[in-house]
């Protein structure tokens, strides 16, 4: 059963639609684990279903990737880097199509898809060029009686766990440097967007990669599935983004089998403007930085932090621009924000925003919640918010920008660092000095100065304190995947 909306009835996406688990080269309907219904969260209704994969699945997945290892890792660096490579050529070549789908089951506006499909893509291309540049090193040891040689080798098998909101961007950022490095790896997308993690394995498929290399599952069992796979010892990895709490819970599993973990885990952003920051500079990243993906980011500005000369100019042309963004489906061409993920994300947006204004906070703009035909929160600007009010001290993960007022640069980084996050922070100021030396102190592992946006696959990006643990991207992102081997030797 497959039932698409009307803008996408004509689309030709159906024909890349699969719903099955991919194992060892093999699509399976995995009958025995039943299904999981598909969501298009601009209507509620539901789409389609995908297999829901089973403990033994998991096993049979983590058998075809051990199985497929060695000769993964035997393949030429230079021929890895060519399938990478035509992973990014068919993913760009088919740029429209994954966005639409992407919109489909997250929701996320048009711009923002076509967004992340490029994103998504610049990781393969990255990460084909980084496949042939794994230098190693040799130096004399310092007593002169032999050498010191360094080199890099695939860790092993992979699991990669990834979240709904950005379901290419976040897979392809571990799938390319996994295969990069030469592991072979089980990739776990989310429940809420498998549609597109499926449609990647079959083009990555499509574009060279053997079988048992990329396998993939679905599964309602992510606890007990997961858990599984890693006290498996022929699993050596985890790679994980998702949030700080499944995070714990998955390093705790991981530490019985001391297997090697990259995590990355919820945001809680700051965005500080100071009073000589440009003034339209400054909003038009705050839009960016909080409105990506409406909000639903790791990335997303959720503190407004903002100095007290400037903050009534701020706090209005935030909330006119707020005002103005048309809210509607995803895939419809005149949506600018699409619906949250799920009725349950409306619903917790709004309980804190009320919470807020019941507490003395002014509503500058949006505000409203509705579920009357999918999951809708209105673009909110919010000012007043009580310190220590759940809009402040969690993940609103929603377009919601509450704005608070300091005095000095003192009083914004001692608010910018006064949360158990550390992903990313936002700084605006045209005096550079101090800018930089606000990002040094600003204790987060990237920061945006003068920019609302700072992901590229070729940077190194990951958090600090409770935001995580390791980098994706850059050169850092293929050595998450690399095991050190020393050889001490003479000649
Ligand atoms: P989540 O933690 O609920 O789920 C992430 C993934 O883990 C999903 O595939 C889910 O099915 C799986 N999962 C859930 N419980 C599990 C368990 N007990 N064992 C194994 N797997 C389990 O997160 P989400 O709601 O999908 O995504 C939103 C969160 O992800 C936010 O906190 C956001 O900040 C974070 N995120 C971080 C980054 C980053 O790079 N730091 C990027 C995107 C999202």
């Known amino acids: 059963m497959l039932d698409l909306p009307g803008a996408l009835s004509d689309s030709g996406l159906a024909a890349a639609i699969r719903t099955d688990l991919l194992i060892g080269g093999k699509w ?60 990014f050529t068919l993913m760009t070549e088919r740029a429209e199509m994954f966005a639409q789908l992407i919109s489909l089951e997250n929701g996320k506006a048009m711009p923002d898809a076509r967004g992340e499909v490029a994103y998504a893509a610049e990781f393969f291309r990255w990460f084909s060029e980084e496949a042939v540049r794994l230098v190693g090193e040799v130096s004399v040891a310092p007593g002169g009686a032999y050498r010191i040689l360094v080199e890099h080798q695939p860790i092993g098998v992979s699991v990669l766990v990834t979240p709904w909101n950005f379901p290419a961007a976040m897979a392809t950022r571990k799938l390319a440097p996994a295969l990069a490095a030469g592991c072979t790896c089980i990739l776990k997308p989310a429940t809420e967007t498998p549609l597109t993690a499926y449609a990647m394995a079959a083009l990555m498929e499509e574009a060279g990669v053997p079988p048992g290399v990329v396998n993939v599952l679905t599964t309602s069992r992510s606890g007990p599935l997961v858990s599984a796979m890693l006290h498996d010892p022929r699993v050596r990895k985890l790679s994980f983004t998702g949030s700080t709490q499944v995070g714990r819970t998955l390093l705790k599993e ?35 930085a909080k409105m990506r993906n409406g909000g639903e980011a790791c990335t997303a500005a959720n503190r407004f932090l903002v100095q007290k000369g400037i903050a009534e100019a701020f706090s209005r042309g935030l909330a006119e621009r707020m005002r103005a963004l ?130 590229d696959p070729a940077a190194p990006f990951g958090g600090v304190k409770q935001s995580g643990l390791g980098r994706e991207g850059g050169h850092h992102g293929i050595m998450e995947f690399c095991e050190i081997k020393y050889i001490a030797t003479s000649w």
């Open 254 to 288: 991981a530490a019985d089998s001391v297997i090697s973990c990259s995590m990355e885990l919820g945001g809680n952003a700051p965005f500080v403007v100071f009073d000589d920051a440009d003034l339209e500079k400054a909003l038009d990243g705050a839009m960016v």
């Open 28 to 87: 399976r309907d995995g009958s025995e684990g039943g299904r999981i219904d598909v969501l298009d969260p601009s209507t509620g209704k539901v789409i389609t279903s995908v297999a829901n994969a089973t403990i033994g699945d998991g096993m049979a997945a983590v058998a075809a990737a051990h199985e497929a290892g060695p000769k993964w890792a035997a393949v030429a660096p230079r021929q890895r880097a060519e399938i990478l490579r035509r992973c």
């Open 326 to 455: 048309a809210m509607g489906p995803g895939y419809d061409a005149a949506s600018q924000v699409g619906p949250m993920i799920n009725r349950a994300a409306v619903e917790r947006i709004d309980s804190w925003v009320r919470e807020a204004a019941s507490e003395g906070a002014k509503i500058l703009t949006g505000g409203e919640a509705d579920l009357s035909s999918g999951f809708y929160y209105s673009p909110t600007v919010i000012s007043g918010v009580r310190d220590g009010a759940k809009l402040l001290s969690d993940e609103i993960f929603g377009p919601v920008a509450p704005i608070t007022i300091f005095e000095t640069v003192d009083d914004a980084v001692a608010l910018a660092n006064r949360t158990e996050y550390g992903l990313i922070a936002y700084v605006y100021t045209e005096d550079l000095k101090k800018g930089l030396q606000v990002s040094e102190r600003i204790e987060a592992g990237m920061v945006g100065l003068n920019r609302g946006l700072v992901s």
